[in-house]
C-alpha cells in the first residue's frame, strides 16, 4: 500500500506527535509498505525532500515551542503526491500540513485518515491569554465535529479521548490506537554505567545523589512548577538520601521553571539540561532513578511508557489515561497534588532492590500491548476499511 503521511511536527522537534509519526513511518517502511512523510522544514525557507521525508518551508512560531507554520498547499509538493499516487493520505495535525493532507485527499479523490492526537481544548489559553477562553473551547468543538464529518477513518491515541469525543457530540467510528512505541532502544541494558556518569560529569550531577527526572516538553500544561513545589516541600522534611531533580527538555516555560526554582530556594538541587537530540532521549532516561511528571493533558502518555521501558520508577499525578497501563504500587506509583508528592517521595527513595526489580518486571509486560508490530496491524486495518469507502 502507498500512504502519505501529513503532519506539521516531525523529529528532530521532541513532542508526542512527532514520535508518534516517526515510529509509524518506520514499521510502516518495516513491513514493505510505500511510504512519503510530508512536514514542515525547520533547517531552512526551502521545500527539501530527505528519502521518503519531504519538508516544507514555514515560519517559526518562538512562542510556541518553536514549532513551523507551513502554508496549507504547496505546488511543488502537490505534484511530487500526486506523481507517487497515494492510495490513502493520513493527517496526523491540524495546522497548515494537516489541512493539506485533506485537501491533496480532495484532488487526488483518495481517503483520508485523520488521527485525533492532541487535546486542543487544554491549549487554547496560548492564543487567548484567558480572555474569551470559553468562547474558543467551542469553537474547537466545533471544528473537531466537522473534522470527524469530513475524514474516512477516524483514530484516536486513547479510550480518553474517545470519550471526550462521545462527550461533545461525535457519533462516527472511532479507532482507539495506542501510538507503538520501540521499547528495545530503551532498555537500560543498552547503556553503560560509564556513559550514565560521563552524562552526569557533563551536566554536574553528583554521582551519589538520587535522581528525580522530568523529561518531556517543558510547557505551562505539563506541570513541572507542581513537581517543583512538591520537592520543595519533601526537602524541607527529613529526605532518606541526597537528591537532585533534572529537567531534561526545552519549552516556553523553562524561565519561570527556573525563577520558580530560584524562588523557592532549591536552585541548587536543580538542573536544567535543555533540549537534546531523539536519539540520545533513551540515554537520558537512564539519569533517573524516578521518573516524575504531574501532567493530565496526555492523550497515551508515550513518555511514561518510555520510562517504564527504561527501568525508571514512574511517579505520576493521577490522570484517566494511565489507569489501563499503570497499576499503583505494582508498576509504578501516583500522587494526586505537590503535597502527596512531597509525602510519598520518601518511601519511593527507600524502595529496596528487590521491590525494583519487581516493578521494572511489572512495567515491561505492562507496556506490551504498545508493541509496534500491534500498532501496525491495527493501524492497516483502518487503512483497509477506508480504502473500502471509496469502492
Known amino acids: 500500500m502507498k500512504i502519505v503521511i501529513f503532519s506539521d511536527t ?5 513532542n508526542g506527535v512527532a514520535t508518534s509519526c516517526r515510529n ?4 510502516l517502511v518495516a513491513h514493505g509498505e510505500k511510504v512519503k512523510v510530508i512536514t514542515t522544514n525547520p533547517y531552512n525557507e526551502e521545500l527539501a525532500e530527505h528519502g521518503d521525508i519531504i519538508r516544507l518551508p514555514g515560519i517559526e512560531l518562538k512562542k510556541l515551542y518553536g514549532y513551523r507554520a507551513a502554508s496549507p498547499f504547496n505546488r511543488q ?26 485537501l491533496a485527499a480532495a484532488r487526488l ?8 492526537h492532541t487535546m486542543y481544548e487544554d491549549y487554547t489559553y496560548y ?4 480572555f474569551m477562553d470559553r468562547a474558543a473551547k467551542g469553537i474547537v468543538r466545533q471544528y473537531i465535529l466537522h473534522k470527524s464529518k469530513t475524514a474516512d477513518a477516524f483514530i484516536c491515541p486513547s479510550s480518553k479521548i474517545r470519550e471526550y469525543m462521545r462527550s461533545i457530540g461525535i457519533d462516527s467510528h472511532i479507532s482507539v490506537i495506542p501510538t507503538g512505541i520501540d521499547f528495545s532502544s530503551f532498555d537500560r541494558r543498552n547503556f553503560s554505567s560509564k ?9 554536574g550531577i553528583p554521582l551519589d545523589r538520587y535522581v528525580i527526572l522530568s523529561l518531556g516538553r517543558v510547557a505551562r500544561e505539563k506541570s513541572i512548577d507542581l513537581c517543583l513545589r512538591g520537592y520543595a516541600a519533601f526537602l524541607k522534611g527529613n529526605p532518606p538520601r541526597e537528591t537532585s531533580f533534572v529537567v531534561v527538555g526545552g519549552g516556553p516555560a523553562l524561565p519561570e521553571l527556573k525563577e520558580l526554582a530560584s524562588k523557592l530556594g532549591i536552585s541548587s538541587r536543580v538542573h536544567f539540561l535543555g ?8 540515554l537520558y532516561y537512564q539519569l533517573g532513578n524516578a521518573f516524575v511528571s504531574a501532567s493530565i493533558t496526555e492523550t497515551q502518555g508515550l513518555t511514561f511508557m518510555e520510562a517504564m521501558a527504561s527501568g525508571v520508577v514512574l511517579f505520576a499525578r493521577y490522570d484517566d489515561t494511565l489507569t489501563g497501563t499503570v497499576r499503583d504500587g505494582n508498576n509504578g506509583f501516583f500522587f494526586l497534588d505537590e503535597e502527596d508528592f512531597a509525602r510519598k517521595l520518601p518511601s519511593i527513595i527507600a524502595l529496596s532492590s528487590a521491590k525494583i526489580r519487581s516493578i521494572r518486571e511489572a512495567a515491561l509486560k505492562a507496556i506490551e500491548p504498545y508493541s509496534l508490530e500491534r500498532f501496525y496491524q491495527n493501524v492497516m486495518e483502518v487503512y483497509g476499511r477506508a480504502v473500502k469507502t471509496g469502492w
Open 127 to 130: 492564543a487567548t491569554k484567558g
Open 275 to 282: 533540549p537534546v537530540n531523539p536519539d540520545e532521549v533513551p
Open 24 to 27: 509509524l513511518y518506520r514499521t
Open 109 to 116: 479523490n483518495v481517503p483520508v485518515v485523520y488521527t485525533f
Open 195 to 203: 556513559e550514565v556518569t560521563a552524562l552526569k560529569r557533563k551536566f
Open 77 to 102: 509538493a502537490m505534484r511530487m503526491i500526486h506523481e507517487f499516487a497515494p492510495d490513502v493520505i493520513h493527517s496526523q495535525h491540524d495546522a497548515g500540513i494537516g489541512q493539506f493532507g485533506f
Open 10 to 14: 516531525y523529529p528532530p522537534e521532541i
